[in-house]
């Protein structure tokens, strides 16, 4: 198939795919967009919202949709590197044998994962950024595609402990999940309370998906537009020679280039989900506040005079 089909083919399929989370879950489309031009673009995603708005329910919904294997690991202050990667044991002969974690699986949803201490926390981050984990000398390729999901609550200080800045920028996306409209919460409401199991048909399989992200990877683009891209986050390094004075006012520490590069890749992702060969600086801001808004740190005049991520972004546009 050429790389024209292979986009026209997405493009149906990608409609189909939202046709079928929207059988459970009820509005949230920006949400589930995004989660899904993580995948396809092959980077993780950071859901942040409070108790009650389906965000396990939502992730289960799409590894079922997208036919992968789904785990959820609830992340608790007890929960140690061993629970996440696996451990090994002495068998009946008297040999070592590694039993697999959680962590082995093609989407991890890593909920609340806030609410472990760093030492668990960095037990992730070898497998979100290299696809292996490492145990006792032995390292361990995982299966792919692999996706992290995590989920972090914002209204609960007690008990939490802040994700450390290397493991924030290892998320292509943080995505931040509002309250239902009243018409949304009315139809929750009146599917969560009948008798109906919706099910959810798997669309694609993990050769698919890997397929895809291979596409996406292989779509060209302008120089004009990672100029753009690059240009954006050097903006918001107050550092820098180009940073306007919102950020020199307003933040500690700009985005790195990691964030370069996302920006370009949820680009490419987001111009193929809307049937284009190439994308253009519109596609590069459409992605920009999920991927930017957790790399900048504020300073406190920012906090006090009530300054949010998303003001500072969208003045850099």
């Known amino acids: 198939m050429s790389d024209v089909a292979a986009v026209e083919s997405l493009v149906e399929k990608h409609q189909k795919l939202k046709q079928e989370i929207a059988k459970v879950i009820v509005g949230q489309e920006e949400v589930i967009n995004q989660i899904l031009l993580s995948i396809f673009a092959g980077g993780h995603a950071l859901l942040i919202g409070v108790p009650g708005l389906a965000k396990t329910l939502m992730v289960n919904t799409i590894a079922q949709a997208l036919g992968l294997d789904f785990k959820r ?11 996440i990667l696996g451990s090994e044991i002495l068998d009946e002969n008297r040999h070592f044998k590694f039993i697999k974690g959680p962590v082995f699986s093609n989407i991890i949803l890593a909920d609340e994962i806030n609410r472990t201490p760093p030492k668990t926390q960095a ?3 070898e497998a979100m950024q290299e ?3 490492t145990v006792a000398g032995n390292n361990y390729k995982l299966s792919l595609p692999y996706f992290v999901l995590a989920t972090q609550n914002p209204i609960e200080q007690e008990g939490t402990y802040p994700l450390p800045e290397a493991q924030l920028d290892r998320f292509m996306f943080a995505i931040n999940l509002d309250y239902p409209s ?18 959810i048909n798997p669309l694609f399989s993990a050769e698919e998906i890997i397929e895809i992200q291979q ?8 120089d004009n537009v990672v100029e753009y891209a690059v240009n954006l986050v050097g903006k918001t390094r107050p550092q820098g020679g180009t940073a306007p004075e919102i950020v020199k006012n307003y933040v500690d520490w700009g985005a790195g280039p990691r ?3 996302n920006l370009v890749l949820a680009a490419k992702a987001h111009a193929v989900v809307n049937g284009k060969f190439s994308p253009d600086i519109e596609n ?4 920009a506040l999920g991927i930017l808004r957790h790399r900048l740190i504020k300073n406190y005049k920012a906090e006090a005079e009530g300054i949010s991520e998303e003001q500072i972004i969208k003045y850099l546009f």
């Open 131 to 133: 696809r292996a984990v």
């Open 215 to 222: 596409l996406i990877r292989r779509v060209p683009v302008a």
């Open 182 to 199: 009243f018409e949304e919460e009315v139809n929750v409401v009146k599917k969560t309370t009948a008798n109906n199991q919706e099910t």
């Open 284 to 287: 590069i801001q459409a992605v």
């Open 123 to 125: 037990a992730m981050l």
């Open 259 to 261: 964030a370069s590069q």
């Open 73 to 83: 690991i609830q992340f608790t202050p007890d929960l140690m590197p061993s629970d």
